[in-house]
């Protein structure tokens, strides 16, 4: 059984089958706080709620991905953002990396399994960096 994670987690992404997905695998994974948005601008209007971990879409309605990206870092570097999107340019997914993004996965190429690792590897180096301090 997985423990309960009830840090706050969004989603932010313009595709409601997508988000459905994504609020699956991290039910799955023991994650009860999920908030979604749909667009960028509710997502900085929410940081109040102070999210630990971000899963981000690059292609949104109202910005980019990366601009939201650098809105969430200058509000809590310490947040952690997973770029999850149909985007593939690979330039985009390198500034993804060096602006912050702990990855970047590709929707199509991604399976469920591979994004639970994914949240469930970060979650453990997060336990362990939380016992070192």
């Known amino acids: 059984m997985n423990r309960q994670i009830d840090k706050v987690t969004f989603i932010v992404d313009k595709d409601p089958f997508w988000?459905?997905?994504l609020t699956q695998i991290l039910a799955d994974l023991g994650y009860t706080n999920i908030v979604t948005f749909s667009n960028g601008a509710d997502c900085v209007k929410n940081f109040d709620l102070n999210p630990n971990l971000i899963i981000l879409d690059y292609q949104l309605k109202d910005m980019d991905g990366l601009e939201l990206l650098q809105k969430i870092?200058?509000?809590n570097a310490e947040i952690v953002v997973i770029f999850c999107t149909e985007h593939k340019k690979l330039s985009v997914a390198v500034n993804?990396?060096?602006?912050?993004s702990l990855d970047y996965l590709v929707k199509?190429?991604?399976t469920n399994k591979e994004l639970a690792l994914l949240i469930k590897n970060m979650e453990?180096?997060?336990v362990v960096a939380e016992k070192m301090y």
């Open 19 to 21: 988000t459905a997905k």
């Open 73 to 75: 870092k200058i509000y």
């Open 96 to 100: 993804a990396i060096k602006s912050g």
């Open 108 to 110: 199509s190429g991604s």
């Open 124 to 126: 453990e180096m997060r």
